[in-house]
Each structure stands twice: as C-alpha cells, then as structure tokens.
C-alpha cells in the first residue's frame, strides 16, 4: 500500500535554528498538508498545499514557517528560528480530489 | 464557531465489551466527518469516514459511526473490543471542504 514518508523521524535543534523537514507524498496525490500535535494535545492544522501554492493556512502557520515542494516528489516544512513551543510532532499527510488522507508516521521535532 | 468536541478523554472498557466514543460538532456548513487511530508512537490511520449517502458508515477493525445530522454528532461504535482496540481514536471535520479540524481525542483503554 503506498506510504507517505518523513525524514528524519526524531529531530533535535537548539532554539533559534532552522529546520527543514521532509515529507514524499503518495505520487499520484494533489493536495498535501502539515499537521503537529504537541505532547498530549490535539493535532493541529498548519497548512494546506495545491497547485504549486498554498491553499489555506492556520493561525499558527506565521512567518516563521514556509513550505515547498522543490520537485516532483518532495514536500518540505521550514521553521526559520526555531522556538521551544515548536516542540512537537509534525505530520505530513496528502490526498487525491477524493477525501482520503494519508498521514505520515511523524517528524519528532525537539527544540533544546 | 466551528469547533469538534470529543465528550470523553479517556474510556476504560474491559474486553468483549462494547464501547463507543462521542463526538459532536458544531457548524452550519455542509461537513464530511472521519474517525483516525492513533496508537503509541504512530501515525494517524484512517478508519472511516462519511462524505454523502448511508448514515452508518462500517470501517475497518469492526469498528462503525452514525451521523446523525439534527444532533451534530458522529459517534464511533464497535460491538466487542479487543486488546489491540486500545489507542487513541480522534474524530475529523471538514468544514466545506476545508482541511480537516481534529477533536482533542479519546484515550480507549481495553483492560482484561
């Protein structure tokens, strides 16, 4: 069955870093987001990807945060200076025009 | 407002019992509903979702939801749990269409 695939699976950054990180999308699929769930709380949405450019994006998506897909295959999420309360785990996930999302197993981000 | 409410935090259930997990939302707009499972340090699986047509929907792992439109709710059922049932289980909404909004989740913890 195809899988959505996130790199590195643990990541660990001291505050004001910057992090990228990565996500493959199913190949065929259209529409691509960021979630994260911090410790013991809901998931939230971030931002919501098509067409080349974002389609709906959270409060929490500020200037700090940029997405891209750079290629065919790539789907990545930026933090540009990381902060102690971006500590969570983030999810990519990506689905066709029908509503079936597929999430990936999660980027444990870690900011020290 | 649109908002997802999941009533319970945690349900203890012993095993072969049945169990379901509430969850209300609150919107005036068309919405599609899904219910995800999450177990430890995993991803989000889907386990079924409504988007039109039959109010019951059947997932997988025996597990069901009803829509029920006049009370805004989408409650998960499944008639005997298992062991393997304990995870957290989130309730979904898309509010027209937009990207999904995650309830606060529900811990089901299946004893012996």
């Known amino acids: 069955e195809p899988e959505v695939t996130q790199t590195p699976s643990h990541q660990v950054t001291q505050m004001g870093q910057e992090v990228i990180l990565r996500c493959v999308p199913i190949?065929?699929?259209?529409?691509f987001y960021w979630y994260r769930q911090i410790l013991g709380q809901k998931v939230e949405f971030l931002v919501s990807?098509?067409?080349?450019?974002?389609?709906?994006k959270s409060e929490i998506f500020d200037d700090q945060f940029s997405v891209e897909r750079p290629d065919g295959s790539n789907f990545t999420l930026k933090i540009r200076s990381t902060k102690l309360e971006d500590s969570a785990m983030y999810f990519c996930?990506?689905?066709?025009?029908?509503?079936?999302?597929?999430f990936g197993s999660g980027t444990r981000l870690t900011v020290v | 407002a649109q908002s997802v409410t999941q009533l319970d935090s945690q349900v203890p259930v012993f095993e072969e019992a049945p169990v379901e997990l509430r969850c209300n939302y609150s919107?005036?707009?068309?919405?599609?509903l899904f219910w995800y499972v999450q177990y430890p340090n995993q991803g989000l699986q889907l386990l079924l979702k409504?988007?039109?047509?039959?109010?019951l929907v059947k997932g997988i792992n025996g597990f069901e939801a009803e829509f029920n439109k006049s009370q805004t709710s989408f409650h998960l059922r499944k008639p005997s749990v298992h062991i393997s049932d304990t995870a957290e289980y989130f309730c979904?909404?898309?509010?027209?269409?937009?990207?999904?909004?995650f309830g606060s989740g529900t811990r089901l913890q299946v004893q012996p």
């Open positions: 979904a909404v898309s509010f027209s269409r937009r990207a999904l909004t």
């Open positions: 990807f098509y067409n080349n450019e974002i389609s709906e």
């Open positions: 409504y988007l039109s047509g039959s109010t």
């Open positions: 919107s005036s707009v068309s919405v599609y």
């Open positions: 996930a990506s689905r066709q025009e029908a509503w079936s999302y597929t």
């Open positions: 190949s065929n699929h259209l529409y």
